[in-house]
């Protein structure tokens, strides 16, 4: 069976140069993820309703909106839980209507507000594993010695180099979400989408979650869900709102924040005071 060419096909460090900016990469040909007239009903219900969306590589998209705006939905519909109709667009390649793997297969990978680490094995074992899955069949029965450079790597990116045989189960809250981070790093996900990922974490662990999402923003495309709203004012380089499943607002942090459908959707309230 003829499989889809991937829309990255040199592989690249996974160390990013410089930071994330607003708008992106503008050298080069960056990567990009292009959303168009993007639909989910749920048994007649519109839960994202002809939502369109650009991001670019390098660019640390934030995508905020009160509960239920649809937010969870587009990353289901971006990586193939949900049906959705429209164009979910990856660098040239069309993604929408493809299966889960294979979306996962074009450097598409999602976290989600609840970490799923393997809680039996170490963190070491469960990068391993998350490597094998990008790994072909011959290099799968070559025995490796030793840790492999890219989950070296990784694992110095999410600051874990000293809990490598560590089990997940073990691991705190926070240290959980930065394994399942390190885990898309090691399949080589190029457009990342993370759903909450500092629910529930401590402040310093909020402070070095932001700082790894920095990191990475610089060189993948990265789209990430949050409520709190002095997180995303330190951190999103450009920032979405979403509500009742249609796009709101877009710009700036501030820009966002001093639109007055922003103001109203968050009943009056300002929001910097979240949901
Ligand atoms: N599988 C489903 N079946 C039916 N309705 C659903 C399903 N999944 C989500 N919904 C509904 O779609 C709407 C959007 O939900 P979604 O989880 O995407 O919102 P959200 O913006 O991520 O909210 P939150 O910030 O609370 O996580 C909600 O009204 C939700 O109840």
Known sequence: MKTAPAPQTTAQPLLPEGE?????????????????????????FTAVDGVSLDVTQGDLRFLIGPNGAGKTTIIDAITGLVPATGSVNHTGTEILGR????????????????????????????????????????????RRRGVEPAIEEALEIIGMEHLAGTQAGTLAHGQKQWLEIGMLLVQNSDLLLLDEPIAGMSQDEREQTGELLRRIGASRITLVIEHDMDFVREYATSVTVLAGGRVLSEGSVAEVQADPRVQEVYLGASPAKGH
């Open 20 to 44: 994330p900016q607003p708008g992106g990469r503008r050298s080069g040909r960056p990567q990009y993820l292009e959303i168009r007239d993007l639909r989910v009903v749920f048994d007649g």
């Open 99 to 142: 299966k889960v793997h294979q979306i996962a297969k074009l450097g598409v990978g999602r976290t989600f507000q609840t970490a799923s680490v393997f809680e039996n094995l170490s963190v070491l074992q469960n990068l391993d594993i998350a490597a094998g899955s990008g790994r072909k069949p011959l290099q799968l029965l070559r």
